[in-house]
């Protein structure tokens, strides 16, 4: 049980991880067109 909750974790901070990368690009992207 304890390895599940450890997994569930771990994957969840590189879900968040991930998607604040993807915002980041995102923005850059956005700034970029827009000057």
């Known amino acids: 049980m ?3 909750i450890v997994k569930a974790a771990f ?3 590189l ?3 991930l998607s ?3 915002r980041k690009k ?3 992207q956005k ?3 827009a000057r």
């Open 2 to 4: 304890l390895d599940f």
């Open 11 to 13: 994957l969840l901070v």
């Open 15 to 17: 879900l968040h991880g």
């Open 20 to 22: 604040l990368m993807m």
């Open 26 to 28: 995102f923005v850059h």
């Open 31 to 33: 700034s970029d067109t």
